[in-house]
């Protein structure tokens, strides 16, 4: 379970970025953040793990408040993918295994490197396992990273737009592989997103932000024209396809 | 001990593994012979089994003047400012995310320069004892060296404290590196120009670059440093494979990424200064070493940081004996033959490729 409770955060001026950001994410769910460029959600789910430190609040992993945790032991509770991940000359099984860095002392154990290859096997990137990260596609490095995270063993995993560089079929691989992983290993899962339409499929509850406040979080219910007029500043309607809700814009 | 790791693709990852080993392996192969060449061969004709004796302090004194006095101390310090300098450079790539960082780049080695030249103007410590080029020394070798350390451990403290005041970004420490660079390199020139013809030439002839130079202190001194960063760099390995994902991931991986980029660089500027401090200066090295290496073992820092340390020692080691021989007895400088040498092959490399993919 992760409990945000009254996080804040702003640079150096009085302008805050973040304002009494208040939500809890129940194992096995995943919480889409959505809202307009420049809201606060990359930055908001920075603060989540430290790597931006909130001025205010707590982020509560099972009871323990883990921005008072050292960097390590946070990176053995929640584990985080970036936007964009860079490539470099280190293979994709070199590259899952540093997720067992908090764990690693001098050197991976037995342990670690079955950790490794179970999770290589049950995201099916054997082809993938030696090859260098920079030959990757977008997707496939995308993959990557994220079976790196897995391999942390986090309770919360934050995915900050892992779609945005991906065709359609790698944009829904990707998202039905976190969905799966979010359910079968009951991590608490919150994922930055703009695609409405992705959001509404593979995840269960969402969080508009809007002027560094939290315009409405919830479920599907949240997910009306209204609403998603008034943060967007955009006409749109939300119609049923297919028994699936689907955003469509009005201009 | 390697653990025996096949993926389910059936892919050893043991043969990938063992490939990089076998690479270090040979590199230890390759520094060893080349060692034993550069002992055996100079002006003066000393067959092998003398030299082999005169090593153990046996037989004629000539030979042991010649091989224990002089030409163990050059071998001596090409090895470990080779190994020094390339693990610096290695290092300082990765912490500052630039390929063309090393203590060239980041004003350590133009410090170093201006340390020297202070010395030799304003402390005495330079002099002309003849019209060869041989015959200009610097007759306060221990003067010199303090000076050049100083001021070159001076650079590295202002690129740390401006970086530490602006968060420690790599643009920032090598933008700092590239102002004071250019600022000692000036300064240096101002010192010059106002020398007489004998300290000028002795300032000239310290920036060449001499293995000669270093005694038997100054190797062991170097040596210590040496081995310190490298134990720490080894140390940090698993780091410095986190920054090559980013910044964030880094972190988000447990990585302290400000104080592992700040402690990482004092110790790869410490480990260059002393070296320099001592040989003066010589180029290259420590950029060309790690990015020939990362060609073979790729950027696993686990196996990179000691292969590029070994290609270190083998580059200086050829320079130097190279150095010697080519127009025997006259002594070319090193930092010279190290650019001249490794310059081509770089470029070699570069556009003819090693291949990249870890599976061939």
Redesign the interface.
């Known amino acids: 379970m992760l409990k945000i409770d009254a996080l804040e955060f702003g640079y150096r001026s009085n302008r805050k970025i973040l304002d009494r950001i208040e939500f809890d994410v129940a194992n096995g769910e995943c919480v889409a953040i959505l809202g307009n460029n420049g809201a606060g959600k990359s930055t908001m789910l920075k603060c989540l793990n430290k790597i931006i430190a909130p001025q205010k609040g707590r982020v509560v992993v099972n009871e323990v408040d883990i921005l008072r945790m050292t960097r390590l032991d946070i990176a053995k509770n929640t584990a985080y993918v970036a936007q964009k991940s860079e490539g470099s000359q280190i293979t994709a099984y070199d590259a899952i295994l540093l997720g067992r860095k908090p764990y690693i002392k001098l050197a991976p154990k037995k342990e670690d490197y079955e950790i490794v290859e179970t999770i290589i096997a049950s995201m099916g990137l054997e082809q993938l396992s030696l090859r260098y990260i920079d030959e990757l596609s977008g997707g496939e490095l995308q993959k990557v990273m994220i079976a790196r995270a897995l391999a942390q063993e986090p309770k919360v995993l934050l995915l900050d737009e892992p779609t945005s560089c991906l065709d359609l079929k790698n944009q829904l691989e990707v998202l039905k592989l976190i969905q799966n992983i979010t359910k079968e290993k009951e991590i608490a899962v919150v994922i930055v997103i703009h695609d409405l339409n992705l959001a509404l499929r593979y995840c269960d509850r969402f969080l508009f932000l809007k002027d560094s406040e939290i315009f409405c979080y919830g479920g599907l219910d949240i997910m009306t024209s209204e609403n998603i007029g008034a943060v967007y500043q955009v006409p749109v309607v939300v119609e049923s396809y297919q028994n699936q809700k689907v955003v469509i814009p009005l201009t | 001990m390697v653990?025996q790791?096949k993926?389910?693709?059936g892919?050893n990852?043991d043969q990938?593994i063992y490939r990089k080993i076998l690479t270090i392996v040979i590199l230890v192969i390759l520094t060893f012979l080349t060692a034993l060449f550069a002992i055996t061969a100079g002006s003066a004709d000393i067959p092998v089994t003398e030299v082999l004796k005169a090593l153990f302090g046996l037989g004629a004194a000539k030979n042991v003047l010649v091989t224990v006095n002089i030409r163990l101390p050059r071998i001596l310090m090409a090895i470990v400012g080779g190994i020094g300098l390339a693990a610096a450079g290695c290092v300082m790539q990765s912490i500052l995310k630039n390929p063309l960082a090393s203590a060239s780049t980041l004003g350590i080695s133009q410090g170093a320069s201006f340390g020297a030249a202070i010395a030799i103007t304003f402390l005495g410590g330079g002099t002309v004892m003849g019209n060869t080029a041989d015959a200009v020394t610097v007759n306060n070798p221990y003067l010199t060296s303090i000076c050049a350390f100083i001021t070159s451990m001076f650079v590295t403290f202002v690129i740390l404290g401006l970086s530490k005041a602006r968060k420690a970004s790599p643009e920032t420490m090598i933008l700092a590196g590239v102002a004071l660079s250019s600022l000692f390199a000036g300064a240096t020139a101002l010192l010059q120009y106002f020398s007489s013809d004998v300290q000028m030439a002795a300032i000239v002839f310290w920036t060449f670059g001499d293995l000669g130079r270093a005694s038997m202190q100054n190797i062991q001194v170097a040596a210590i440093v040496t081995a310190g960063a490298l134990i720490y760099f080894m140390f940090n390995r698993?780091n410095y494979?986190?920054l090559?994902?980013?910044e964030?991931?880094a972190?988000?991986?447990?990585?302290?990424v400000s104080r592992v980029r700040l402690i990482g660089m004092t110790v790869a500027s410490l480990t260059a200064a002393t070296i320099v401090s001592f040989v003066g200066i010589i180029n290259f090295i420590g950029l060309i070493a790690p990015h020939i290496m990362?060609r073979f073992v790729?950027?696993?820092y686990r196996y990179l940081l000691p292969a590029s340390a070994l290609m270190g020692a083998l580059m200086l080691l050829i320079s130097d004996t190279f150095a010697r021989l080519i127009i025997s007895p006259v002594i070319l400088p090193i930092g010279a033959i190290t650019s001249f040498l490794g310059a081509p092959l770089f470029l070699y490399l570069i556009f003819k490729g090693v291949s990249?993919?870890?599976?061939n």
């Open positions: 653990n790791k993926t389910a693709c892919v990852y990938y698993w494979n986190a090559e994902c980013g964030h991931t972190t988000g991986l447990g990585v302290n990362r790729g950027n696993d990249h993919n870890a599976e």
